[in-house]
């Protein structure tokens, strides 16, 4: 089992940058993790994955403006958000990848016009 706690949302106005954390209770060497995010009444999507080997993945709508990152050091996965528009307003959620999923409690995220 792990917990996971997320951390870095904001007030941001488009065009700005916010890096969301998600720290680990436990290791996270050769787990693959994702970070996800869900609008108000829309469905909760991936955003981006960072896999066991490192290598990393992400949905077309943040390709480019968007970097996810991990420490394994300190049991932590970043999302650096670059050039935020207002349709990234959502809950960002982090989660482990496998059989079990684990999730955090999200943090919000909302971007101004």
């Known amino acids: 089992q792990v917990q996971l706690v997320e951390s870095g949302g904001g007030l941001v106005q488009a065009g700005g940058s916010l890096r969301l954390s998600c720290a680990a209770s436990r290791s996270i060497f050769g787990i693959t993790m994702r970070w996800y995010r869900q609008a108000h009444g829309k469905q909760r999507e991936s955003v981006a994955t960072i896999t066991s080997g490192g290598s990393t993945d992400y949905e077309d709508f943040v390709k480019g403006r968007f970097t996810i990152s991990r420490d394994i050091a300190k049991n932590t996965v970043y999302l650096q958000m670059n050039s935020l528009k207002p349709e990234d307003t959502a809950v960002y959620y982090c989660?482990?990848?496998?059989?079990?999923?684990?999730w955090g409690q999200g943090t919000q995220v909302t971007v101004s016009s």
């Open positions: 989660a482990t990848d496998g059989t079990t999923r684990y």
